[in-house]
């Protein structure tokens, strides 16, 4: 990941650098030091010389591309601090020496021989361009460290993010089934017909979960059908209880993280009173409107007085689901949480 290639800000502020510094400021420093006769009215009158320039600074390529990043990293200063003394001072002098004896057998007789003749013997060496050169390539070359840096951030971040979101879902689905064979083991002591209408949902949920869900996005039509057996099975269980649950125009694209709302629903039914009176209802709607979905959920309540709150049991659900929000919709989902002496009330909005 460290040697990716990509099109980004360190490649711009790079090439910035060798436009702007190497090919404009350097070249016109060079003319100017040069002391040659004028050209006419030509915008570049001696392009052999921002050759030179460029030619002449190519050997910084290793030293901020490769050299900088690396002993930063391991963080090595001292072998920093005397690398770039080396380049600057020894590296910098026989390159402009060699690289100007190489263009001067070319311009020989060329009004710029001169120069590269000059330059070929060590004559020119001026510690402003140094100090130049090294600001601009050890400007390139923190960005490049620093750009590096916020890269493998981000991946190990990713990655965090992966593993956060597979344990919460594991976690999630033993919940799940824990809870629905509980409710199983209760119809089949009390002998219902329904017994094996309800293995048959239980198995088709337990099927998506194993299998579907072991993607990071599902479809939302594959997560209401899932919900939609939920209810129903509630429904046989308590079947004087008022249970229902209804979709509005869900488009066939959406996609959202498995069993994210799973959570309120199995909240409503944990402490719902229909549990203990048939009089009871639980209610929920499900909308998608303009890229905007919408989940509600409210059920009668149990009031429980005799214990204080935080000695219940359960709460992984309600854990989970806020955490995969944080974690997949930051600052675009709302979960509110409506309780009464006689209702709880969950209403869940993200912006897809």
């Known amino acids: 990941m460290r040697e990716k290639s990509v099109f980004n800000f360190q490649s711009i502020f790079e090439a910035i650098i060798w436009l702007f510094y190497v090919g404009l400021y350097k070249y016109s420093y060079l003319v100017d030091h040069a002391r040659l006769p004028a050209v006419g009215k030509a915008v570049f009158p001696f392009p052999e010389i921002g050759l030179y320039a460029i030619v002449s600074t190519l050997y910084l390529i290793p030293y901020y591309r490769w050299a900088v990043p690396q002993l930063l990293y391991n963080k090595r200063y001292i072998a920093l601090f005397l690398l770039t003394l080396v380049v ?19 311009n020989q007789n060329h ?9 070929s013997a060590g004559f020119f060496m001026d510690w402003n361009m140094i100090m130049t050169d090294f600001i601009a390539f050890s400007s390139i070359a923190f960005a490049r460290f ?14 965090h993010l992966k593993l956060q979101l597979t344990l919460l879902k594991n976690q999630l689905q033993p919940h799940f089934l824990f809870n629905t064979l509980n409710s199983l083991y209760g119809m089949s002591l009390a002998g219902s017909k329904e017994t094996p209408r309800f293995i048959l949902l239980l198995s088709n949920m337990m099927q998506y979960i194993l299998y579907e869900c072991d993607r990071q996005m599902v479809s939302l039509q594959g997560e209401v059908r899932f919900m939609e057996g939920y209810f129903e099975l509630e429904q046989k269980k308590y079947p004087e209880a008022s249970i229902s649950f209804f979709v509005h125009s869900i488009p066939q694209e959406i996609q959202l993280p498995a069993m994210l709302i799973l959570p309120l629903i199995e909240n409503s039914f944990k402490h719902g009173r229909h549990k203990i009176q048939n009089d009871s209802t ?9 890229n905007k979905l919408e989940f509600q959920i409210k059920n009668d309540k149990v009031a429980i007085t005799s214990f204080p709150r935080k000695t219940l049991p359960g709460g992984i659900g309600l854990v989970n689901i806020k955490k995969r929000l944080e974690l997949y919709y930051p600052e675009r989902h709302e979960l509110l949480l409506n309780e009464s002496d006689q209702s709880y009330n969950a209403k869940l909005t993200i912006n897809l």
Do not use: C, M
């Open 146 to 159: 620093s750009y590096q840096n916020q890269q493998e951030r981000h991946q190990i971040e990713r990655d």
């Open 111 to 119: 009004p710029t021989g001169i120069f590269f003749d000059r330059e």
């Open 88 to 106: 600057f001072i020894f590296i910098t002098t026989y390159n402009n020496i060699g690289v100007s004896w190489i263009f001067f057998q070319f």
């Open 282 to 290: 639980v209610r929920a709607e499900l909308t998608v409107k303009n």
